[in-house]
């Protein structure tokens, strides 16, 4: 057995965290020792929330465990991956229509650099159709979402949509 632990990247917009994305990084704290969750900086996409405002919602959602490090990048994953000596890249897979762009990202990244190996998760059946912009679009309308994201994220977004408040 060896000590050197292994560590792996969780990337994503996380525009923002959804309780699906807990439950990834729940199930790669089972497989791995650290979990990076490195929120994508590119300031010419248009995102709800600032990185900042990301990487903040998600320290507090994730309330201090120890094993998951909250991380800005840009530039490309797998650079990213090396400087941080990451094993690995996960992603959540819900259904088949994530597919093929994860896979074509997968290959990707492989080529770029063959040393991290993509790690694909299935999210719990009852995240299979959460995402950060169906919750963005609900909540814009006044839509309950509180049952699909993290208290410190649902407070952000009752901030940026008064019609959430009732
Ligand atoms: O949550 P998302 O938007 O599906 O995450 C996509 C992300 C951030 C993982 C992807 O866009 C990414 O890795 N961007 C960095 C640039 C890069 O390395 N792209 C893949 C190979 S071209």
């Known amino acids: 057995m060896s000590d050197i632990k292994k560590v792996a990247i969780y990337p994503g917009s996380f525009d923002p965290l959804t309780l699906g994305h807990v439950d990834v ?3 790669a704290l089972e497989i791995f020792d650290e979990v990076i ?3 994508l900086h590119n300031p010419s996409k248009k995102a ?10 998600i320290k507090q959602s994730m309330n201090g465990l120890s094993p998951v490090q909250v ?18 890249v996960i992603r959540g897979m819900r259904a088949i229509s994530d597919f093929e ?4 990202m997968a290959l990707m990244n492989r080529k770029l650099n063959k040393d991290v190996q993509s790690v694909f998760l299935m999210t719990g059946l009852r ?12 909540a814009q309308f006044g839509g309950d979402i509180s049952d699909m994201v993290p208290e410190p994220v ?10 959430l408040n009732g």
């Open 25 to 27: 990084i729940e199930r």
């Open 37 to 39: 969750v490195a929120v």
């Open 48 to 57: 709800l929330f600032s990185s900042a405002e990301r990487v903040d919602m």
């Open 71 to 88: 991380d800005t990048f840009d530039g490309l994953l797998v650079e990213y991956a090396r400087m941080k000596n990451a094993v690995a």
């Open 101 to 104: 762009n994860e896979f074509q």
């Open 127 to 138: 995240w299979i159709f959460t995402s950060s912009s169906i919750i963005k679009e609900a």
């Open 154 to 163: 649902k407070l952000k977004l009752m901030e940026k949509f008064p019609k």
